[in-house]
């Protein structure tokens, strides 16, 4: 329910607390101030991060030999989540795209995702079945529910989960 002020202010203030939300991090190297993630990746990769960026869990990497990753299965899997910004808006990239960034024929990164969907870490689905926008996508929720798992076990998540529960404690 709407209280107070006109509709189409409080729609206004929602939404750029919901872009907010969306597109920003809070850190510590900017005094704890809430700054677009652009801007972060651009103070610290200059002109690269203009160039795009990604938003990969730190446990993907320390967890690749927990999750029987090869390094070209890992790059794959880095390629195919670049394209994947939005949870509910799956990635559809094409195996020869992956292939001529990495200097690869389109073969190797086919087997790869063979491989990630056999790990089920990856599942290929077909969108919009029978129209002319059908399209093949990658389901990476296989992916997601295992970092999740090995997540909370990772001495840096213990560690951050309970300094936010010390903080909400002291703060009562």
């Avoid at 189409?8 to 900017?30: D, G, H, V």
């Amino acid at each position: 329910m709407w209280t107070g002020g006109t509709q189409s202010k409080q729609i206004a203030t929602l939404e750029a607390a919901i872009y907010r939300y969306l597109f920003t991090i809070r850190s510590s190297s900017f005094n704890g101030e809430f700054m677009p993630t652009q801007a972060l990746s651009s103070a610290k990769w200059k002109e690269a991060g203009k160039a795009g960026f990604q938003l990969l869990p730190d446990v993907l990497l320390k967890k690749q030999s927990a999750l029987e990753l090869s390094a070209t299965d890992l790059v794959v899997l880095i390629n195919v989540t670049m394209h994947w910004w939005y949870a509910e808006q799956r990635p559809f990239p094409r195996a020869s795209v992956i292939a001529s960034r990495m200097g690869v024929e389109p073969r190797t990164v086919q087997r790869s995702m063979k491989r990630l969907t056999e790990l089920g870490l990856l599942r290929k689905e077909i969108e919009n079945k029978g129209t002319e926008r059908e399209r093949e996508v990658c389901d990476l929720s296989g992916l997601v529910d295992r970092l999740d798992r090995l997540a909370q076990t990772d001495p840096d998540y213990l560690a951050r989960t309970h300094a936010k529960e010390t903080a909400r404690e002291a703060a009562l």
